[in-house]
Structures are given as structure tokens and as C-alpha cells.
């Protein structure tokens, strides 16, 4: 019964042996095997039950079958050990994120690194093991490495590691690709992977990170597709930490890539970040249409404005200003300048379109998204959205600050003109004191000149005060009391003026007189120099023959000229100051 029973034994293991063993692994056995068919064939032809042997027989039967079912279970222990490395590769993938967390970019990248450290230190050491558990097979079976058995098993193995590097790399597209897929997105109700900025760098609104232009944005950021790109191949650098097996270089990179579900995952992420392109790039449109706030000068286009709606001054205002009436008032005082002078503008109408028309694209701008969805993405339109908000207020803000500059600037030189006017005027005149006298007329003058102008200012300096207030812009306290009251002290200031008129008018006779006899002197000196230019004896070249001396001739008489022309605007402006026709 004892020998019943180890034969017994004999026949399970060997027949266990026979059915688990691979064909790739029989030839390694193949020795093993053919010595105890031989011992087995030798126990069927020539022994009994009687037999003196018998024990012996079974004894170094069970030695030679226990050797080979220990050498082949050792053999796929290691390739089982093998294969749970792999497995333990492809149970996760090469990515992870925390659930319901959308990331910054480089918060993401920088988590993303720490994790794929520890993975590619996991995989590195799981290649050693793989090499290492080969190894001890090799030495279990007694076989050279040379030999084409082994080299057949050694490649075996290598397409086992080959199977299991590409399902941790496939786990991890798909992985990836559940990310990115719109579906999978709405199915799992997944938040946004990663949050970018839309921001407005001129002349162009674009992302931060760029979409697609697959290189280094400023600051040496990834684009968003080089991004994509790279987790891809961070996952297939996986298949680089692990050593081939069938050779002392190389990795199984190609084979890898080569797979088809590597390929169909990869093609489907290339397809999905596409496709999530498109739509953040038609989200970023309505943004990009006010792209005419920052492209064109601010400056310049106000300029314009001015020159193309000016409303032409009318003819008495401008003849006015020109000092024009009877009489007739001629020279530099005759005219007057600043912010008092009458220019072309245009009607406050006009301003009140553009203004509106930025105060419609605030509102347009304010109704813009400050942020959305677009699949794996998340984005914040709050910086493009400011940075529109801010142009639009810079236009409306030019036009605007026109129109208070205007009132401010008006207002103030008017202020400063009555003051200087009243307080002239208030100063005592004495009969032998000319300056003063004409300084008193010239108050006078420059009233007369100015005051058709100025009765017709305040009702449009009130019209801009109420349209600056339709736009919710005031002016200072101090400006609004000075248009309150400008009409008034306009008003005192006329009769100041009157009044000094009739104060001075015997003055005023006594020069006037001293004036025509000024002019008539000048008449005759005017006449003199006429006849010395044409006739005397140093005359003017008239003639071919005075040579290079006609240079220095013309250089004298210019300055006589000059000197003649200066004499006739200063009687000239006498005559306008003191009402003399000449």
C-alpha cells in the first residue's frame, strides 16, 4: 500500500507536469522528462511487485519527478511573480487627480511630477525584479543562455513584459482620455481638469496658456496641446525605465507604441484636445470683436473727431473775434486767443453719440461671461473682461474729459479776464499819465471784442454741464459756483467797462488828437521813404549793375522795412485803442 500510494504520487505530479507545462517551456524540461520516461519505461518492462528493486525504483522515480515539478512550479512562480509586477504597472494609471479639483496649470504639473516620480521609481525597480526573476529561472533550469530553448523562453517573456507595458500605458490614455472626452465628462459629471486665464495681450485676446500653438508661450509656458503632449509622453517614458530582455540595449518604446489600443487612445486624445480647441477658441470671439478699443489710438481718433464734426463758427462770431466792426480795428490786439476764442467744434449732439455709443459697449462688455466650461477646461474670462472694461472707459473717457477741460478751462480764463479787467479799470487815470491810459483802453478794447462771444458762451457751458451729467460725471463745487455766477459778474464787468468809457472819454479826445497828428507825421515819413527806396541816393537795386553791393543794399532796406512796418502796427493799434479812423 506504501508503494501503491508514492506511486501514485508519482503519476499525479508527472501528469500535472505534462498538462501545465508550455510549449515554450517543455523544451527546457526536455532532459528532465525524457530520463524519467526512461526510469518509467524501465519500471513497466522489467519489474514486478516481487522484484527486489522495486523500492529503489520508486524512490529515484519520485527524486526525478519531484525535480522536475519543483523546476517547473519554480519557473512559473517566477513568471507568475512576472506577471504581478505587470499588473500591479497597469492596475493604475499614470495620472491622478484629486476628485472634484480643477487646477491650475502648474499646480497640476507640479503635482503630476511628484506622482509620476514615485511611479517611474516603481516601474524602474519592477524592471529589475522582472530581470532578476528571469535570472533565478535560468539557473532553476540549468540551461546556457545561449542555447535557442532559452532564447525562445527570453523572448516569450519579453512579449509578456512587452503586453503588460502596454496596458499600463493604454490604462493610463484611457485614463486620460476619460478626462478629455465631452462625454465621459457629462456621464461622470467630472469637473474641469485644468482652469486657464483669457487675457488680453495686445493686439490679441488670447489664452493663458495659448490652445495650440504647440511650443513655448511667454515665460516659457506650454501650450495647452504641448501639455496634452506631454502627459502622453510621460506615459510612454514608462516603457524606457524597463530593460529589454532579449538584448543588453533598447527598450520596448516601439513595440509599445505600435499597439492598437495605444494607438486608438492616442488618437482619440489628439481628437477630443482638438475639438475642446475649437470651442474655446469660438468662446474667445465676442471678447476679440472690441479688438477696435485697443488697435486704434485713442488720441488720434478724438482728433479726428474734432476736425470731422467741427460745426463752422459762425461769421459774426468769427468776425468778432477778429476784432472786425466800425471801426475797424487792425494789429495783434485786434484779435484774441485761449480757451475764450471761438473754434470749431462739434455740437454737443455729436458728442452725446460717441459717448453713448462707448457707454453701449460697456454694457455689452458687462454682459460677456466672466467665465465657462469647455469641456476639460475651465475658463476665467475675468482678466480679458477687466482689461475690456478699462479701454472702453479710456474712450468714453476722452471724450468726456474734453468736454470738462472745455468748461474748466473756459470758465477759468474768463475769471482771470474779469478780474483783470475790473481791477484795471478800477485803477485812477491821471491826464499825463499816456500808459495808463492806454492800458485803461485796452481793458476797454478787448471787452468790446470779446463780448458777443462771451454773452453766447454760458448756455453751451451749461448744455455740457448736463450732458457730463447725463454720463454721471460732475464737476468740482468750486466750478459749478463760477458758472453760477459768471453771468452775472460778466454783466458788472460790461458796466464797469461803460462806465470807464465815459470816465475817460476826454482823455481819450485829447489822445485821439495827439494820434491823428502822429499819423499824419508817419504819412509823410512813409512818403520820404518812398522816395529815398525808389529815387534816392542810396536807392534800392533796381539795376543789373550794382553787383555783389546789391546784397548788403537789400539787407539795409529790409531792416528799414521791418523797422517802418513796426512803427505802423504800433499807430495802427493806437488808432483801434482810441477809436481813430486814418
Known sequence: RVQIGNLELIVGKYNHVLQTVLDVEAPLLQTQLKAIDKQVEKGLKHLTWRSHSIDEFVRETTTMVKECWDTLMAVKSNMAAIEGVLDKWAENPLMTRKAGKTYLPEEFEEDNAKYLAVRYQEIESGGKEIAKLLLASNRVLKVSKGAPIWKAYVEFINDIVIDGLARTVANSLKYLNEQLDPAEIAKNETVPLIEILLELD?????????????????GGTLSLKATVDKWVTGFFHACKLVKRLDRSDGDFLKEVIEHEMVRFYVHSIQKHAADNALECDEFKQPYASFSHLWTRDIAGAVKDFLVEKAVPIEEEAAAAAEGEGAPKEEGKASSFGGALAPTPEPALADFDEQIDLYRRQALDIGALSTSATRGWLKLDAKPVKQA??????????????????????????????MEATVGGLATEVEPDDVAALVQAMTFIRDVRVRTDTIDALFEPLRGTVALLKKYSITLSESTMELLENAPFQWEDTKKATLNAREKLNPLQALQAEKIKEEAEDFGYRVSDFRKAFLDGDDAAPFKHECGEACYASLDRWHLKIDELEGAAATLNEKCALFDVVV
Open 202 to 218: 495686445p493686439p490679441e485676446v488670447q489664452y493663458v496658456p495659448q490652445l495650440t500653438d504647440g511650443g513655448a508661450a511667454a
Open 388 to 417: 475690456l472694461s478699462t479701454w472702453v472707459t479710456k474712450w468714453k473717457f476722452a471724450y468726456t474729459q474734453h468736454l470738462q477741460t472745455s468748461v474748466i478751462d473756459r470758465l477759468s480764463e474768463l475769471k482771470a479776464f
